[in-house]
């Protein structure tokens, strides 16, 4: 099916597409051209009691009835479904967030994979029983947590909603999500394929809004037992805070400032075209984005005319274009956001050696750009600038680099180039962060628990273990004997 710009897209509740109760909608534009291209229901605070209440009576109905094996088969189900739509969804998502299609489709086929992780991960369910002792046998039962409140950030639209819906689905948990209310259309179609796959009414809901009122009042809904959270960190602290009265279960997956160490034994046939990839890759729009790179002295110059030149080479452009590689930033706004950061970096000493000019034009683009001769006290080497800058500093030896590594307030994501084994595995030890690459670019895939330390965030997602933040464990202690208890002996 080719992509219906023209189409009104609706929130998603209780199995089907419901018209927003304030009867809002947004005016989206393409990114990259500024170009409209659709309209989309905004929900408001009815929506989302509307939207808790379905998922409640998905677990009191048929959703919490449907047991482990029938709800892998609707995750494989819902995998083959996205697989059918791919060429839609892949276009939606690229148009929506200004995205090269390359790039979107390695993230939609992640997000397939997903599904079939979790599918099969059902399987891991189960409960204990340990021996206690004496009479007593004891067992425990995993249960869903109950109605999942899932909110995901722009940047990943597609792929972040199958980071929040598989697990919670494969745990039994009933979903209301909460997309950015600038590019919810992926999600929406996915909770619609989910619905004609035989998820039943009520155990997917997609509310689209405006965080500070949608968002806030989901996270302090009553009705919700659990939030998982994508976005900054400075959302993830309010989020902490509105979650508390209620002591809803929460994770958080937030912000990054992310290393990316050079030494000189590594092999730079390897380590620059990476290192390219690392940070422009989504324009630079990625938690876990290596904009810190931290190269060996003896090599630094080397480095930075090779790694600029590699970088200046890099195709932007039409993201339906399949030669294009970063598309456009997701809006002119955050273009000149991510501006504002050169600007300050310049201020504060650092040279632009690559880049750092916005391109004339409706479309929001911004070039790769690289400073140079920046210390870890700069701003621009401690905020998250969240576009396609990086900067490019030195360290003089291990311990340099360990501390340089670990002086920001993040700690998502490093990557370690090195031609010493011992090296890389001592500083994957050293470095406080949810992930260490050693030699190896790639940050996220299915079975692989990824996640924050720090400011970054807590709570995991894409491994096993991120079941257990869907589900509870409950104990059971049964008698066996035959004799009364009587404790007080009356
Ligand atoms: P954001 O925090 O502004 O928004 C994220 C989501 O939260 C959106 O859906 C927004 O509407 C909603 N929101 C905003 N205020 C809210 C509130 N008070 N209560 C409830 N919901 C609220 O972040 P963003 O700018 O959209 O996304 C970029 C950020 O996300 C970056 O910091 C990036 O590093 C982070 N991110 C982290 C990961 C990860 O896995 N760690 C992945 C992708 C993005």
């Not at 089907?16 to 534009?29: N, R, T």
């Not at 990114?31 to 989302?48: C, F, R, S």
Request: glycine residues 12%.
């Amino acid at each position: 099916m080719a992509v219906a710009t023209d189409r009104e897209y609706l929130l998603f509740i209780n199995g089907e597409s419901a018209e927003s109760s304030g009867g809002e909608a947004k005016e989206l534009v393409e990114p990259a051209t500024g170009e409209p291209l659709a309209k989309v229901a905004m929900g408001t605070e009815a929506d989302v009691d509307r939207a808790v209440e379905a998922a409640q009576g998905a677990l009191a109905g048929d959703w919490g009835r449907t047991p482990g094996p029938e709800r892998s088969r609707l995750l494989h189900a819902l995998a083959d479904a996205l697989l059918a739509n791919r060429k839609e969804l892949c276009e939606l998502e690229a148009r929506n967030v200004g995205k090269a299609i390359s790039s979107v489709k390695a993230e939609f086929f992640q997000g397939v994979e997903n599904f079939r992780f979790y599918a099969s991960a059902i399987a891991s369910i189960a409960g204990r029983a340990n021996p206690v002792g004496g009479s007593l046998l004891y067992y425990s039962l995993k249960e869903p947590v109950g109605v999942a409140g899932q909110i995901v950030p722009w940047n990943y639209p597609l792929m972040m909603t199958t980071w929040k819906l598989a697990p919670a689905l494969a745990a039994g948990c009933s979903v209301v999500l909460k997309p950015d209310s600038s590019t919810p259309l992926t999600a929406l179609r996915m909770a619609e394929l989910a619905a004609e796959v035989g998820f039943p009414p009520g155990s997917i809901n997609v509310v689209p809004g405006p965080g500070k009122t949608i968002g806030s009042y989901l996270v302090k809904h009553p009705g919700v037992d659990k939030i998982a959270f994508t976005g900054s960190t400075e959302t993830g602290a309010q989020i902490m805070r509105d979650a508390s009265d209620g002591i809803k279960r929460l994770t958080l997956e937030l912000g990054g400032k992310s290393p990316n160490l050079v030494f000189a034994d590594a092999d730079l046939a390897d380590a620059i075209p990476s290192s390219v990839w690392s940070i422009y890759y989504s324009a630079g729009q990625s938690c876990e984005a290596r904009s810190r790179i931290l190269v060996e002295q003896s090599i630094y110059d080397d480095f930075v005319a090779k790694f600029s030149e590699a970088a200046g080479k890099l195709k932007l452009g039409d993201p339906l274009d399949p030669e294009t590689q970063i598309g456009s930033l997701i809006s002119t706004d955050h273009r000149d956001h991510v501006h504002g950061y050169v600007e300050r970096g310049r201020e504060e000493g650092a040279e632009v050696v690559q880049g750092g000019k916005a391109s004339d034009g409706k479309g929001a683009f911004y070039p790769p750009t690289v400073l140079t001769g920046v210390d870890t006290s700069m701003q621009v080497a401690q905020e998250e600038i969240f576009g396609p800058v990086v900067t490019i500093s030195s360290f003089e030896d291990e311990k340099d680099a360990i501390k340089q590594a670990n002086a920001v307030r993040y700690g998502l994501m490093a990557t370690v180039w090195t031609g010493d084994p011992g090296r890389g595995h001592r500083l994957a030890r050293r470095i406080k962060a949810g992930t260490v690459g050693i030699n190896m670019p790639y940050s996220a895939f299915p079975g692989i628990p990824f996640g924050g330390y720090k400011h970054s965030g807590f709570g995991r997602e894409l491994g096993i273990d991120t079941l257990e933040l869907y589900l509870e464990t409950k104990s059971v202690i049964v008698s066996t004997s035959s004799k009364p208890f009587n404790p007080f002996g009356l």
